[in-house]
């Protein structure tokens, strides 16, 4: 799958993606002269992709790897990373050692996502040339940012190699030497890799100030601040960057995130979410953050909270299976009942969390309690009714392998304080239907919730069961995913966890049961920074003491 990698330091081949100013240059021998392809470079320093087109045709003066090359900048500058790839790897058979044309091949590699022919590029890289600051740099990059090839402390101490060179490859001037600013970018990534957040910090506030407050230094500084723990320097950070840059969404979702978390902010949320919601009214992560501002402005908005059903009742519609909606909306009515409204609220609560349960939600402390009570009324209620047989039944034994009908036949036995004969249910949906994958997916949550049929293995095999089948979704859609990282986590598969739950993460950034499973899972494979990073981005949008406590145990596993 194609992406578009983040800044990384690339030297021209950043400057060309992102039309970023950062200088570049070529001292790589007689067979690749700088000099010759400094039009095609200095056009698109300029921004002027028409020009650099231009000039890349122009190819009297240039020998094959200089032409190959200047075609490479162009399809890099046009997101062609496909051309771009094929090209530079011509430039590089003719001049191998030529620094331009490697940059361009690995940046193209990273942007197709063929992270493992990366990870070798640079190893060869590092060997062919050790004492290229150039090549060190862009190393120290990978190895803090990579998410499949990550090492902190190798890009440590690369970065520290470049502080005892005695003299640069590409000296100040020429159009690939690093400056200060691009060496800062690296040394940030690499502090917020290893854990070191006030050495970031310092690192973007330079950034920033040197920028003259560009918003995207900015945004670097609010999330040093943040994760440094200044919450009001990085509030402060990152409204500047979103009030300079009003079409970033990520900057003022996470600006909302802290204010939603900062007593007596609740009206600039209000505000802010107001806004967001008008410039994005079908994102989801949008929509929430408007939900979550409208409950903590009661005060403000008397009919807030019913403004918030109504937001996750119409984000249930879309996806019956929203942990976070799911779970927000049954501590919203649950509360309200505590003030004394009807009592259907309770019902409604009910169902929300069992199929929060069900989807693979956590029962935690704040929810222990309320679930238990809500269990019991369940089953006083079904006690009451004096009924032997569940009204359930008869739609399960008329197709027993009917997904649904077995779920909720299963969910009413539950109810009933009946787990051994929900698990028979189970057993016989399968049986009925071993190639329907709601059948195998029922099993799999099953066997994953607590009970006396309890089996992370038994739960993995059937997910493996479901992926086998002839059609299954490819890779797994996120319930599923979400589903086998438990599943691995418990089994103890620690790092086939880690990487589900960055597969989680990547689909969606502020879930908290993502962030925890990922913080789990890193910490039980000795990236104690990495689970700290998402522990605070966990604790940053709920506040739990279960969350705070593997905080403190991550901090002492770092200190050791």
């Not at 002027?48 to 087109?53: N, P």
């Not at 994760?227 to 079409?247: E, F, K, L, S």
């Not at 309200?336 to 402390?365: N, S």
């Amino acid at each position: 799958m194609k992406r578009i990698v983040p800044l990384v330091l690339l030297v021209v081949a950043v400057a060309v993606l992102m039309f970023r100013d950062t200088g570049g240059g070529e001292t790589a021998g007689p067979r690749f002269r700088a000099e010759r392809v400094a039009a095609v470079e200095l056009a698109l320093k300029k921004r002027d992709l028409g020009g650099a087109r231009r000039a890349s045709e122009a190819t009297g003066a240039m020998n094959d790897a200089e032409a190959a090359y200047a075609r490479s900048l162009v399809a890099t500058a046009s997101g062609d990373f496909e051309r771009a790839l094929e090209e530079a790897r011509v430039a590089r058979r003719t001049a191998p050692r030529a620094w331009r044309p490697l940059s361009i091949e690995i940046l193209a590699l990273s942007s197709l996502g063929r992270d493992t022919e990366v990870a070798a590029l640079i190893r060869e890289a590092l060997a062919a040339s050790p004492d290229d600051e150039r090549v060190l740099a862009m190393a120290a990059q990978h190895f803090a940012g990579s998410p499949t090839d990550r090492d902190p402390r190798r890009a440590l101490e690369l970065l520290e190699h470049i502080d005892d060179l005695p003299a640069r490859r590409a000296p100040a001037g020429d159009l690939t030497a690093i400056d200060e600013q691009a060496l800062l970018r690296v040394r940030y990534t690499v502090a917020m890799a290893t854990g070191a957040y006030e050495t970031a910090l310092a690192a973007a506030r330079e950034m920033a100030a040197a920028s003259g407050d560009n918003p995207a230094a900015l945004a670097l500084e609010g999330e040093a601040a943040r994760r440094a723990g200044d919450v009001a320097g990085a509030i402060d950070a990152y409204r500047r960057a979103a009030d300079a840059a009003p079409g970033v969404r990520p900057w003022h979702e996470n600006l909302v995130l802290l204010l939603l978390a900062t007593p007596g902010a609740e009206k600039e949320a209000l505000e802010r979410t107001s806004k967001l919601l008008r410039a994005w009214p079908t994102e989801r992560s949008v929509r929430v953050l408007r939900a979550r501002a409208l409950v903590r402005s009661e005060k403000l908005i008397a009919d807030g909270p019913d403004r918030a059903v109504t937001i996750y009742r119409g984000l249930l519609k879309e996806n019956p299976d929203d942990l976070e909606v799911l779970r927000n909306l049954a501590v919203l009515l649950y509360d309200w009942k505590q003030g004394g409204i009807d009592g259907d609220y309770l019902d409604d609560t009910y169902a929300l969390l069992r199929r929060y349960v069900l989807c693979g939600g956590v029962i935690d402390d704040r929810l222990g309690s309320t679930w238990q009570a809500l269990r019991d009324r369940a089953r006083e209620a079904a006690a009451s009714r004096g009924a032997t047989e569940l009204p359930q039944r008869a739609a399960f034994e008329a197709d027993p392998g009917d997904a649904v009908a077995a779920e909720e036949y299963r969910g009413a036995l539950l109810d009933a304080g009946r787990p051994e004969d929900a698990g028979l249910v189970v057993r016989r949906a399968l049986e009925a239907a071993p190639d329907d994958p709601g059948v195998r997916a029922l099993a799999a949550r099953h066997f994953l919730a607590a009970g006396p049929d309890y089996d992370a293995l038994a739960a993995l095999r059937e997910l493996d069961a479901l992926a086998a089948l002839p059609g299954a979704e490819q890779p797994l859609g996120e319930p599923l995913l979400w589903l086998r990282c438990r599943a691995l986590l418990q089994a103890r598969r620690f790092s086939e966890a880690l990487s589900a739950a960055q597969q989680l993460l990547a689909l969606r950034p502020s879930a908290v049961p993502y962030l925890e499973s990922a913080a789990r899972a890193a910490l039980a494979t000795g990236r104690a920074a990495d689970a700290e990073r998402w522990l605070r981005d966990a604790l940053s949008i709920e506040d739990r003491p279960e969350l705070r406590q593997l905080l403190e145990r991550t901090r002492g596993t770092k200190k050791q």
